[in-house]
């Protein structure tokens, strides 16, 4: 096995022992960025001098055995959208081409101060806004299992580099699924943590009220370790909640035996693909066998949380884009004949057709006259959908449904529909507009492609997810399913 399809806990216990050191990992993971980079265009742009120079240090932590923590000298990759100081960051939009943000995000720190080697940044949906990395203002990223097939998003390039081995993990966002459908397309664990756990501080807005930063890992060891190093509390981000980070790996083996599972029915849309209902249902057949009792429960409001979503995060995204005028940012129109002429060429250069949609249909929802009839409608709307959460955990302890209704879909397929693109997400936005975490583990294959299943369970129930994320991984293989791009490599 090369060192590139290891884990970070695999990794870790050879950097301890000395078997390798973290500059000959990072060569090894460059090493495969450049023979399959091309191929899968996860990266915007990797950062290989920055990598080294962290190699080294992480060397010499672990020399002088001082301060080694589970990510020292661990290949880390970082969407687009997370500010490292001084490092290009442009959430995959023209508008930020050149942009070196002057400090860097909470989670980037804490990785750094992990001791923690940065390889880059990954390809994304333009300002996370998208299914397939398909709006990526740069271009898109190909799927690691089928190169003509698309990666999902809007996390595609994290997702695309863990599972091709350009990367050890990565850190995505997920504002309506982008780290869960993502990970369910190219067959690795993704977390979204619940609002509030993770700092937000220095990753670049899309809907404020809803983004949070997760890991993207190989296995659920991987992300509960990942998760433990980024989680909580953070001053700079009002947002974030002093609740107490647990010990998330302490818990992680204690299985799901008279746990109480709940299926939500509204989660087996219509549309599903029968192969992917399958997987599903055989992924609760066997946690059933492992102990957990499964009961059928009801998500009334299901049906409206895309349309709310649709709502609520272009009206946050319209707010938050309005400071991209070309004066402060990035790309500046040339030409233009005054002030006004030059927000306009520059948002019209800058700006992609789909953040150009949701800035319209934002500003559209939250102008006067409207605003009752649409973003308050949308926020009565996330207020049940909050509530049928909360009434489905006072009879079960995790909800488990699909991450996607479909596996990767081709390039091109959907880029003409907005709306099907849109319907993708159907069953990862309730999590993020109810406060609550949802995780994805891969549970099979069809016709090749990865399938993900989705665990769902109570705001700051992190430990909960992974937990019965680590029992189904543990009691099947698929943890084991390698991308072609990966498996070539071996
Ligand atoms: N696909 C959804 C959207 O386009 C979710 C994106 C996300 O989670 N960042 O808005």
Known sequence: MTLFQRSIRELHQMLVDREISSVELTEAVLGQIDAVGEKTKA???VTRELARRQAKDADERLRANRDVRPLTGIPIALKDVLCVQDVVSTAGSKILKGFSPPYSATVV????AEGAVFLGKTNCDEFAMGSSNENSGYWPVHNPWALERVPGGSSGGSAAAVASGEAIAALGSDTGGSIRQPAALTGIVGFKPTYGRVSRYGLIAFASSLDQIGPMTRDVVDNA??????????????TSSERPVPDYLSTLRNGVKGMRLGVPKEYFVAGMEPAVEQA???????LEQQGASIEEV?????DVALPAYYIIAPAEASSNLARYDGVRYGYQAEGAKNLIEEY???RQQGFGAEVKRRIMLGTYAL???YYDAYYLQAQKVRTLIIEDFKQAFEKVDVLVGATSPTVAFGLGAKTQDPVAMYLNDIITIPANLGNVCGISVPCGLADGLPIGL??????????VALQVAYAFETATDFRKLQSPLMRAAA
């Open 280 to 286: 599903i249902r055989d992924a609760i057949r066997l």
């Open 367 to 369: 102008s006067s006259g």
């Open 225 to 238: 370790i990942l998760l433990q190093a980024i989680a909580g509390h953070d001053p700079r981000d009002s």
């Open 298 to 302: 009801s998500l009334p409001h299901s």
């Open 109 to 112: 720190e804490r990785l750094e």
């Open 344 to 346: 306009m060429l520059t």
């Open 43 to 45: 990266y915007l742009l």
């Open 454 to 463: 989705q665990l769902i369970a109570p705001g700051f129930r992190e430990e």
